[in-house]
């Protein structure tokens, strides 16, 4: 199985202000997604992280809001911008490896408290 | 958009017990792959099922692929209190380019097994 790490593992922020959660990911990992999961909630994909360039969006997130860079195969962020309390939720990295029937690794997740 | 409907939603089951949960899709998928969460952690990959009628075990618990591959079942025998978690099931569909999939969850089943 693929390794991948992020942190923080959980922050409490305040509404107006922004997160930046990082990901990293061994090198068996091609593709790198950011998921949302809101409490007892399943997992919602934000975007999928493009090595290089833009990331591409799921229909209701968008990058000014969830701006997400992913500048080398092994490493990307997610920054949630001018948070308010409906963005509480766990942020999940995840990675996937080429030809490997869309399996994926997640990181531990990242709670965020915004009050 | 791929659906994916799991149920039931919520299983609170004594120790012992035998449980089954489902997911269905008016979708086609290349596989489909159940996932177990547990509090503070991301999920885990438990099995991927590829073929129609696939059949798989891990110990106590039997997955099974529809023919059509269309939709899934999980089902755990003499549940034990470690089998606590959400369960998840995911579907995995191949992306323009042919070598990466994208997945879309079930809301997942959040099932509590009582010593």
């Known amino acids: 199985s693929a390794v991948i790490s992020q942190k923080p593992s959980r922050d409490i922020c305040q509404r107006g202000t922004s997160l930046t959660i990082q990901c990293q990911v061994d090198?068996?990992?091609?593709?790198m997604f950011w998921y949302r999961q809101q409490p007892g909630q399943s997992l919602t994909l934000i975007a999928t992280?493009?090595?290089?360039?833009?990331?591409?969006?799921e229909s209701g997130f968008v990058i000014d809001k969830f701006p997400i860079s992913r500048p080398n195969l092994t490493f990307s962020t997610l920054t949630v911008s001018n948070m308010s309390p409906e963005d509480s939720s766990i942020y999940l990295c995840?990675?996937?490896?080429?030809?490997?029937?869309?399996?994926?690794?997640f990181g531990e997740g990242s709670r965020l408290t915004v009050l | 958009t791929q659906l994916l409907e799991q149920s039931p939603q919520f299983l609170s089951i004594q120790e012992g017990e035998n449980l089954t949960v489902y997911c269905n899709s008016s979708?086609?998928?290349?596989?489909l792959q159940w996932y177990r969460q547990e509090p503070g952690e991301g999920p885990v990959l438990l099995v991927t099922v590829v073929t129609g009628g696939e059949v798989k075990k891990l110990k106590r618990l039997t997955f099974q692929f529809g023919d059509a591959r269309k939709d899934s079942s999980l089902h755990i025998t003499a549940a034990q209190p470690g089998d606590t978690g959400l369960y998840l099931c995911?579907?995995?569909?191949?992306?323009?380019?042919?070598?990466?999939?994208?997945?879309?969850f079930g809301k997942g089943t959040l099932l509590t097994v009582n010593p």
């Open positions: 992280a493009n090595q290089g360039s833009e990331a591409t969006y």
């Open positions: 995840s990675g996937s490896r080429t030809g490997v029937a869309g399996e994926l690794f």
């Open positions: 090198s068996q990992v091609t593709m």
């Open positions: 995911a579907g995995a569909f191949l992306l323009s380019g042919g070598s990466n999939y994208k997945l879309t």
């Open positions: 979708s086609v998928f290349s596989s």
